[in-house]
């Protein structure tokens, strides 16, 4: 794990080491190192951030090969949770499907996300959601199931 400052934090997951729970963990206890300094998070921020990177993890796990990257930031009065992965594909919002099993995991993402965004890098790609800190974490509009609402960069 590399900690820059208060508000930034950076750490690698590789599969097998329960992941996504440590990952989950590391989301809710740096929420709570922001609290402890004086900056609240309501607990609907709290598990709306915690909800997303299971979700971004989760994703990065069954669609990329190697390891996965998970920073937090802290941006004004937003959370910004990235996770990076190898595999170069970009991730597609799918259209709502209640009778589809699995693959909803973008649908959550963009359903609490204030804003999404996924970028192509050099090597794969980062993937980002924010989240609001103080407690609004649903958008007034739902991203349009064709992908507006999403910003992708190529």
Same mark, same amino acid.
């Given at each position: 794990m590399r900690k820059t400052d208060d508000a930034?934090? &950076?750490d690698a997951f590789v599969r097998g080491d329960l992941s996504p729970s440590r990952a989950r963990? +590391? &989301?809710v206890d740096f929420l709570q190192g922001l609290a402890r300094r004086g900056r609240p998070v309501p607990p609907r921020a709290v598990e709306a951030a915690r909800l997303v990177t299971s979700e971004l993890l989760t994703n990065a796990y069954?669609?990329?090969p190697g390891p996965v990257l998970l $920073? +937090?930031?802290l941006e004004g009065g937003l959370v910004a949770i990235t996770v990076w992965d190898s595999e170069p594909a970009l991730p597609v919002v799918g259209d709502a499907d209640p009778a589809r099993v699995g693959r909803h995991g973008l649908e959550v993402v963009t359903s609490v996300a204030l804003h999404? $965004? =996924?970028r192509r890098e050099p =090597?794969? !790609?980062r993937v980002t959601a924010r989240i609001a800190l /103080? @407690? !609004?974490t649903a958008p007034e509009h739902a991203p349009a199931r /064709? @992908?507006?609402g999403t910003r992708v960069r190529r």
């Open positions: 930034h934090i &950076t963990r +590391l &989301t069954e669609h990329a $920073e +937090l930031r999404f $965004e =996924v =090597v794969g !790609k /103080d @407690g !609004k /064709d @992908g507006r």
